[in-house]
């Protein structure tokens, strides 16, 4: 089932392996050990995954990111939460598209829609809008003669007419 649990499970078994180093995320939109496969699951999982990379790339804590000199030239007690130094680096958290981080009247406004429905909505709009890019000429070519030198093998051969 696709609950907090699985969410909990595929967000520490992907980030302990890339903490560690490793290259590869295993198990995007598998459930019950790779038996079951939720396409919903797979968007999540694309989410978490997005965000451990995201998370790997490391925080700077710096003079510049700690606003230190802006702090100083403001004051105590002033609104740096305005500044716009405070917008620039919000920009760089992490943006997730799955994780509704609305306040809750704003979420409820909108149907109370969990991250599970939001996955299986944006799975019906991936599949109801994605066009796969054309493949070059030389690779069609390719796969042309792959197909008819199969067919002249297997005896079904027949020369398309031109």
Request: hydrophobic residues 40%.
């Amino acid at each position: 089932m696709v609950d907090a649990q699985s969410g909990h499970e595929k967000t520490i078994t992907g980030l302990l392996p890339a903490l560690a180093g490793a290259n590869v995320i295993y198990g995007l939109g598998m459930l019950e050990m790779g038996i079951t496969f939720d396409l919903a699951q797979l968007v999540m999982d694309h989410e978490i995954a997005n965000m451990i990379l995201h998370s790997l790339q490391g925080i700077p804590v710096n003079d510049e990111t700690l606003s230190v000199d802006i702090i100083k030239e403001m004051g105590i007690g002033k609104d740096y939460l305005a500044h716009e130094s405070t917008y620039r680096y919000m920009k760089s958290q992490s943006q997730a598209k799955l994780i509704d981080r609305r306040m809750r009247e704003d979420w409820e406004a909108a149907g109370s829609p969990d991250m599970y429905q939001r996955a299986h909505d944006k799975v019906i709009e991936i599949l109801d809008t994605y066009e796969p890019p054309p493949l070059p000429a030389d690779v069609l070519t390719t796969i042309r003669s792959i197909v008819e030198e199969a067919e002249k093998e297997m005896g079904v051969y027949k020369k398309e007419e031109k």
